[in-house]
């Protein structure tokens, strides 16, 4: 079923960042699980880890070795990604980080477009994926940007407590600009309720007011008007925690745990989502 859809056309890359500027919400989980559930479906994944801290590289089972080629040396030496890219399971690649990664920030200051580096070694690189996702790192440097200018779609992970949504104007604020001066291509198309503790009142209210916050800018043209909070709630489970230890994705870890069912099931909703845009606002104004 390789780059066709279920119709059997071809269907094109969608390239997505999976973004939040705090730390310890779920990113590397998602972008790792969701990636694994979709190569699981038969679809071509490549997995860009941007984080120096190497989180999803470490998920896939591949440690950052100094000798190592990583993306560091894609966006600091000028290699290809090809260099660094390795497969790590049927239709599933991976673009390893490296802890030189934390030095890029500083190393590419001097750099003039240092922000659409990674933009432009994914129009140089021949193979071609049906899904990219870039796990950003927890903050809003020079290596978010890369991945915000080189994606067009943004899916943005919350751990729905009770400031969950702190932080998020900021975050939108910054996508905002970044698509005015960078990426006009650029949309929030997706956010996902990770840690999701079914049971809780909080959860349930976070999860409300996220509809509420975004059913209201509908009307609006901002770049996240069509934004789609997925149904899928990733339910809090230790199996999700547990698996980055053996550097297996939870699909290989344990395939039949709740956190396996999830991802399976996110990637069943982003799948349809591509195929039945959301309808217009009918707002008048
Ligand atoms: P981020 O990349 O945003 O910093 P992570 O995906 O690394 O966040 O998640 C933070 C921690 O929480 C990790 O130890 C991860 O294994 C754990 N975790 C993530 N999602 C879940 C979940 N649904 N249930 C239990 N633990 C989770
Ligand atoms: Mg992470």
């Known amino acids: 079923m390789r780059r066709e859809s279920e119709r059997g056309h071809a269907v094109s890359m969608r390239q997505i960042a999976i973004l939040n500027q705090k730390g310890g919400v779920g990113k590397t989980t998602t972008a790792v699980n969701l990636g694994a559930a979709l190569a699981e479906r038969g679809y071509r994944v490549c997995l860009i880890d941007l984080d120096p801290q190497a989180h999803a590289s470490l998920h896939l089972g591949v440690e950052p070795r100094p000798e190592m080629t990583s993306i560091y040396d894609v966006l600091v ?29 500083v190393e590419l200051a001097g750099v003039v477009g240092r922000e659409v580096i990674l933009r432009d070694k994914l129009r140089e690189d021949p193979e071609k994926f049906d899904f990219l996702f870039v796990d950003c ?38 996508i905002e600009l970044v698509v005015r001066r960078l990426n006009n291509r650029l949309r929030v198309s997706g956010i996902i309720l990770c840690m ?11 999860g409300e007011d996220l509809e509420r916050f975004f059913r209201n800018v509908r009307s609006h043209r901002c770049p996240w008007s069509q934004v789609r909070i997925f149904q899928t709630r990733i339910r809090r489970n230790i199996r999700l925690a547990e698996a980055p230890s053996f550097g297996k994705s939870i699909l290989e870890y344990a395939p039949d745990s709740p956190g396996a069912q999830d991802y399976r099931q996110l990637a069943e909703e982003v799948l349809a989502a591509a195929t039945s845009p959301i309808p217009p606002s009918t707002d008048s104004s």
């Open 196 to 206: 999701y503790d079914g049971n809780t009142r909080l959860a349930a209210e976070v």
């Open 137 to 174: 790192p927890p903050s809003l440097g020079v290596l978010t940007l890369n991945a915000l200018t080189a994606v067009n779609e943004i899916f943005i992970t919350l751990q729905p407590h009770f400031l969950a949504l702190h932080g998020l104007s900021k975050l939108l604020q910054t």
């Open 77 to 105: 030496r000028d290699l290809p990604l090809a260099a660094a890219r390795r497969q790590v399971g049927p239709n599933l690649f991976l673009v390893p980080s490296h802890l030189d990664l934390a030095a890029a920030e």
